[in-house]
């Protein structure tokens, strides 16, 4: 049971979770400060934390650089401020004044704790939300601003959070990078003392880093050690900043909007920021990945239980060079291997026959489909298959009729140039009308074309953000554009409840907890070379489950890397998601088509050992030996083993992969060889899975637990 529980004597009010604590109290100055975040307290020994308060050891240090819950920009901090705040008399500075709290208890398995307070001077309420679950150690936080007063106030700065860390002699760093077709490349260093700032700039949460971070003592490791993590749920620009603290702490901070941008906030006016969630585990790094996993199962993502269908697109297949004949045809392949929902991409409407043109006309092209796209979508339901269709309503090419009838709707500062990144602008989505009308033609869609599933794309940053028509608009559109964003999801939801969405931007440009809270898997890259994939994988396993990470068997050569890797490794590598395929199925031989088949039945017999398991990393991706996840039932009865051996080097033998987590009183069958192995033995010295010899070499070995008599 997650309990809230407060210690009037001291003020310290303490969250539990099942097996972490987080304790806080408002001091004697009013500020909210944070006492500690790791294994489970009781309030008495959390009592223990609060130390009577002292003046600055100098005239030079004023209040210690980390270890309040949100860090304002005033009086004598000189560290990285969470809430910076200009008043309308041009002043700044936040003064905490505590005026009450709220403990909400009353929902069956989360309790919610929210502390309010307001500015001394200016009536300018700030309150902290914290919510804990029974079922996760996860604790998610957020901040709600509200302007009392007569005039506009303006958030310079308003996380969502700040995240404090006992001292220690050492920190590090782990974290993704990545750019198109490159994402979540994971990093893990060294904490440098002062500011890591990690961001997005453009609008997404983008290709180029992802809003978690994960935070060590230097000694983690996969299986143990002491991890602080925290993940952001927001689909715009963003900006965490990680301190590492002369007296040896380390803190995070982070919420919606990059460095230079501001909220106005009116008379009247109220800001809630998105949630930025914590995570404490002593379990290391899979165990931190294992909790991240089963709390956006549970709590963020919209129909956690569904088992993800297999997916076909033609993308990749076709381009823009889309027909109703070349669509069926590749439909009946896709339909006889195995496929369950039919995804028709870029290229179906308006002028778009390559991207160049006709983005924002969103009826159906004759060109492409003289008769509709209705024959098509009856022929894939006859098929047995939902019917998919790719949209991209946020943007808009130049050469449209929606662009030549609303030049104005796009983001643009008057005078300067629109930059195009494909051929495309961005439609400012902050707008009413832009909102409308993108939900209006998306409703009508999905209703008159009986639409199963939607893949969402967005394919640029922003650029040249204004909205003239406001004089607060280049400020407002960073933040309104991802609410109307948001609520045109979430109408459309309404709308069709059968609707599932795939959330696509050229890849893995909008993977974040916001997004997947309203739509049900993700798009990781547009880099389907299945040896690069690897790596783009491990990264985004790191935070987000397997149930969420979309992944295609396309043709060889690749067509972004050229490299060509058998179908079987293919298949084995996007058999650590959702899987998808991507190629050609014209082109597929017979013997291809039937080994695709085979493969696409091994999935779905394990598949809910991927996307509903629990997943442990048993050796990552880099060096010359293979690569292992294992995805294991919840009440042990079943596990799956994928392994990916790139290029052995002097035929050197592998060594065995100590599986994890097994019942090692019980024994277990290799589903497809018969083979018997003891739980003991897999997890204590290690299964030596049978790979082809040769570069590209894959598994996937499926145990399967003996009942005893
Ligand atoms: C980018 C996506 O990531 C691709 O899968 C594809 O849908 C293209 N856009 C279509 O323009």
């Not at 297949?317 to 109703?324: C, K, M, R, V």
């Not at 695709?596 to 091994?602: H, V």
């Amino acid at each position: 049971m997650p309990v809230i529980s407060f210690a009037p004597d001291t003020g310290v009010w303490l969250l539990s979770t099942p097996r972490t604590s987080y304790a806080l109290r408002v001091d004697e100055t009013g500020a909210p400060c944070h006492l500690a975040w790791g294994p489970r307290l009781t309030l008495d020994e959390a009592r223990q934390f609060v130390t009577p308060a002292a003046p600055p050891a100098s005239s030079f240090e004023g209040r210690a650089p980390a270890g309040e819950e949100l860090p304002v920009d005033g009086g004598t901090r000189y560290g990285c401020p969470s809430l910076q705040v200009r008043f309308a008399d041009g002043s700044r500075a936040f003064e905490w004044r505590p005026v009450g709290h709220r403990v909400d208890e009353t929902s069956p398995g989360r309790s919610e704790l929210a502390l309010e307070f307001t500015d001394r001077v200016h009536p300018l309420r700030v309150t902290l939300h914290y919510r804990v679950h029974e079922d996760s150690d996860v604790v998610e936080r957020w901040t709600v601003l509200r302007n009392d007063g007569d005039e506009t106030v303006t958030l310079l700065r308003a996380d969502s959070a700040g995240w404090t860390l006992p001292a220690r002699d050492d920190y590090r760093l782990s974290h993704v990078t990545g750019q198109w077709a490159a994402e979540t490349q994971l990093h893990r260093e060294r904490l440098a003392f002062g500011e890591t700032v990690l961001t997005s700039r453009r609008g997404v949460t983008s290709h180029h880093a992802n809003p978690w971070v994960m935070l060590d003592a230097g000694g983690a490791g996969e299986d143990h050690g002491q991890v602080w993590s925290a993940a952001l749920a927001w689909s715009g620009s963003w900006r965490v900043t990680v301190q590492r603290t002369p007296d040896g702490r380390a803190a995070f901070t982070g919420g919606a909007g990059h460095d230079g941008t501001a909220l106005p906030l009116p008379p009247g006016g109220e800001f809630t920021t998105p949630a930025y969630a914590g995570l404490y585990t002593e379990g290391g790094f899979g165990a931190a990945s294992r909790a991240w996993h089963a709390y956006t199962l549970a709590h963020v993502l919209p129909y956690p239980d569904e088992v993800r269908p297999v997916l076909y697109n033609s993308w990749e297949a076709t381009g823009y060079d889309l027909g109703e004949d070349g669509q069926k045809a590749l439909a009946a392949r896709a339909a006889a291997l195995g496929v369950e929902l039919y995804v028709v991409d870029d290229g179906w409407f308006g002028a778009r026959r390559s991207d160049h043109a006709g983005l924002g006309d969103w009826t159906v092209s004759p060109d492409a489909f003289a008769n509709g796209l209705t024959p098509l979508v009856d022929e894939v339901h006859r098929l047995g298959m939902r019917f998919g269709l790719w949209v991209e309503p946020e943007m808009v090419n130049p050469d449209s009729d929606l662009y030549r009838a609303h030049p104005d709707w796009v983001l643009h500062v008057p005078g300067r140039t629109r930059s195009e990144l494909r051929n495309q602008l961005v439609l400012n989505f902050a707008r009413r009308d832009v909102a409308d009308w993108a939900y209006g033609w998306l409703t009508r869609l999905v209703a008159d074309h009986s639409i199963d599933f939607l893949k969402w794309d967005m394919n640029r940053a922003f650029s040249e953000a204004g909205w003239p028509d406001r004089a607060d608009g280049a400020d407002l559109l960073w933040t309104r554009y991802v609410d109307h964003l948001y609520e045109v999801i979430d109408r459309l939801r309404a709308d069709h409840p059968g609707l599932r969405i795939e959330s696509c931007s050229g890849g893995g440009g909008r993977v974040d907890l916001g997004i997947l809270s309203r739509t049900d898997q993700a798009w990781p890259s547009d880099n389907t070379d299945a040896a690069d994939r690897v790596a783009v994988q491990h990264g985004f396993s790191q935070i987000y489950p397997a149930r969420t990470m979309a992944t295609w068997v396309t043709d060889v050569p690749n067509q972004h890397t050229a490299r060509s890797v058998p179908l079987r490794f293919r298949f084995h590598v996007a058999m650590a998601g959702v899987l998808g395929v991507g190629g050609d199925l014209t082109k597929w031989s017979e013997s291809e088509l039937a080994e695709g088949a085979t493969l696409i039945d091994a999935y779905k017999s394990v598949r809910h050992l991927v996307q509903h398991g629990s997943q442990a990393r048993l050796r990552g991706p880099g060096g010359d030996g293979s690569t292992c996840v294992q995805y294991t039932a919840a009440d042990l009865s079943e596990a799956l083993l994928l392994t990916w051996q790139r290029t052995p080097r002097y035929a050197a033998p592998l060594p065995p992969v100590r599986l994890t987590g097994l019942d090692p009183t019980a024994r277990y069958r290799d589903a497809a060889t018969g083979a018997v192995h003891h739980g003991a033995v897999l997890t204590g010295y290690g299964l030596l899975p049978e790979l082809p010899s040769g570069d590209w070499a894959s598994a996937a070995v499926h145990l399967v637990r003996i009942p005893t008599p």
